[in-house]
């Protein structure tokens, strides 16, 4: 997918330096020569006009692969947030260099999101959620583990490092370092924990504008709503412990600390859009420190990357056009269907639920959104300004429009129209606010998924992860929400109890998963994604041998089908994953590892101990005594 997105980058690129080209080099007033020269250089009879997904992509990608330009500009594109930090004297400009910067994108020291409100999903609200840390998660702050101290020392050159690059004098940089930790600490020491925030009953917390300006009174609250152009209507509190940690720094902390904090807040969000020397020292810390990749990417894959995050509509329409075919879709269609399908054969005849849970969860399954490829109504970008002239400060106008474009969802009916992911993600997801799952166009290639493979193939990789999605709404935390996105209990007290017992089995399964010597899976953290695992290996199987009775699946280089099948999976979710990055994931990832989401469903299917020929206790064949089903 990389690959793709850089061709057509490359090309819009051209086309519009082309023009830009062709503009300066025709007097003005000469019309008919600039089109000729126009047409000449790009080969098109004229130039994508401003707006347009072409001159976006094609402009943003030009600018930022222009790393000497980015380089001479230093940090000035950022000055005016600077200086307006620079500025702050007292607790209401604090307050407006917050709104501002939130605005920006700085998500510090909390952030808003856009989301379905959980009890009446039809409506968006405004969501208050934890933020403004800079390392991973609230242990690296709190744990004493010899890893963690180290991750703080670290962490704390890094703050000190980026200080000094921005020209502060050394021993000023490590003061300014100490003072971005111990606010941070003291946020994170307020924050659930990542296993908590799986649990949407801990972070249901709605109130009134009122009753928020009473939880943290230090912050005018309509004020910010205001100017942030929020409708001011009554928000989720994700975690109110939280909030009164900050309204304390808000009422406690020096301005003076507050100017550092939100300096380093400021230069830690567009790090990699700044100098070499800015992105090379993020790198340092983030990637080759705590994720261990052992050099930075190429500038190409930072500037795809970036294209996509900020403008994945625009980039999106060229790369379904160019890698999306009609008949794609249409398979991948069939593909959801044929294993919906066979979720709803599997809670028509699961033994253990009663008559009236199942009827729920029928009437779940039943308006389920499926959206595959691409969104029905792209994005047209509207007042956002991008240009050659400045990949900052082309990063900086596209954050901020994303930003503004999200929270002007808020106050409004839910638009279940929206994407979450970009079309070229090679990703997919389940909501269940919106009761939705979403399959880009990304995810949707070779090898998880090829038109021209066989079945057993494509139900073994991409058939798979589709079932993932389905489960998702019936796992530990999808199940909470019901058929309209509300979060609402819709079990018989025995039928939830039996459920509970049967995802306890896989939270101590993956208990027992070790990356290494005193470290392990925290089962309950990875417990949603490993019920998915274990449901969508199941289902994709019964959807592929309901296939087979269509179209007889042939033995490919001595492998039979159900073996091709479980191949298949292993070839697409089998990743390396670096020590380094292994040990974040078992930290805060609620996904395990890639070869425990191989070996740990499989391992419980009776289906792969007979392609096999397993033996009850051997590796992938669990005893029965310790197998786990859930669906």
Not at 448 to 460: E, I, L, Q, S, T
Request: aromatic share 10%.
């Amino acid at each position: 997918v990389r690959t793709q997105l850089k061709e057509i980058l490359e090309t819009a690129a051209r086309d519009t330096a082309a023009h830009d080209t062709a503009t300066h080099n025709t007097p003005a007033h000469d019309t008919t020569a600039h089109n000729t020269t126009a047409h000449a250089a790009t080969g098109h009879d004229s130039a994508p006009p401003k707006g347009a997904p072409e001159q976006l992509i094609g402009d943003f990608y030009g600018a930022c692969m222009d790393e000497s330009a980015v380089n001479k500009a230093g940090l000035q594109p950022l000055e005016p947030l600077l200086q307006q930090i620079a500025a702050i004297r007292t607790r209401a400009d604090l307050q407006g260099a917050i709104d501002h910067l939130q605005s920006m994108g700085v998500r510090a020291p909390f952030n808003v999101r856009a989301e379905p409100d959980y009890h009446d999903p039809a409506m968006t609200l405004a969501e208050l959620r934890a933020s403004g840390l800079g390392l991973p998660d609230r242990d690296y702050y709190l744990k004493t583990e010899a890893r963690f101290g180290e991750a703080r020392r670290k962490y704390r050159a890094h703050v000190a490092h980026m200080f000094a690059l921005a020209g502060v004098a050394d021993e000023q940089a490590r003061e300014a370092a100490g003072t971005v930790f111990r606010m941070e600490k003291q946020l994170a020491a307020a924050s659930l924990d990542n296993v908590a925030l799986r649990d949407p009953q801990a972070t249901d917390h709605r109130m009134s504008v009122a009753e928020l300006q009473k939880l943290a009174p230090a912050l005018d609250w309509t004020r910010y709503f205001a100017e942030a152009g929020i409708a001011s209507t009554a928000p989720n509190v994700e975690e109110p412990k939280f909030l009164r940690a900050v309204d304390q720094l808000l009422r406690d902390a020096p301005i003076a600390d507050w100017q550092v904090y939100l300096r380093w807040q400021l230069l830690h969000t567009f790090a990699e859009a700044l100098p070499a020397a800015f992105a090379q020292e993020n790198y340092a810390f983030y990637d080759a420190y705590l994720a261990g990749t052992p050099q930075r990417k190429p500038r190409w894959k930072y500037c795809t990357q970036q294209v996509d995050d900020l403008l994945g509509d625009a980039l999106g329409r060229k790369y379904v056009e160019k890698h999306f075919s009609s008949e794609a879709k249409r398979q991948a269609q069939i593909l959801v269907r044929n294993i919906v399908a066979a979720m709803h054969d599997t809670l028509a005849t699961v033994s253990w639920m009663s008559a009236e849970t199942r009827r729920e969860a029928q009437a779940k399954l039943a308006s389920l959104d499926l959206k595959i490829g691409y969104p029905d109504k792209w994005k047209d970008y509207a007042g956002l300004d991008v240009s050659r002239g400045s990949h900052e400060r082309n990063v900086i106008a596209a954050t901020a429009w994303n930003v503004k474009d999200e929270w002007g969802l808020i106050g409004k009916p839910t638009d279940r129209r929206r994407w979450e992911m970009t079309p070229p993600t090679s990703d997919a997801y389940y909501n269940p606010g919106r009761n939705e799952i979403v399959f880009p166009a990304g995810i949707l290639q070779p090898p998880g998924f090829d038109p021209k493979a066989v079945d057993a193939a494509n139900y073994g990789a991409i058939g798979i992860v589709i079932g993932h999605e389905i489960s998702h709404g019936f796992d530990d935390e999808g199940a909470r929400f019901d058929a309209t996105g509300r979060l609402r209990n819709w079990w018989q007290p025995q039928d939830l109890a039996r459920f509970q017992e049967k995802t306890a089995c896989v939270a101590r399964q993956f208990d027992g998963y070790f990356i290494e010597p005193g470290i392990h899976h925290n089962g309950r953290l990875v417990l949603g994604e490993s019920i998915a695992d274990l449901a969508g290996a199941k289902l994709a199987y019964l959807a592929f041998q309901k296939a087979r009775k269509q179209r007889p699946s042939p033995v490919v280089n001595g492998f039979t089908p159900d073996q091709q099948f479980f191949i298949a999976w292993g070839q697409w979710r089998g990743d390396e994953i670096r020590p380094e990055t292994q040990r974040l994931m078992v930290q805060s990832d609620p996904h395990p590892v890639a070869q425990f989401r191989v070996i740990g469903p499989l391992s419980n299917l009776p289906q792969f101990s007979a392609a096999f020929g397993c033996k009850e206790g051997e590796p992938m064949s669990r005893p029965l005594a310790d197998r786990c089903e859930v669906w």
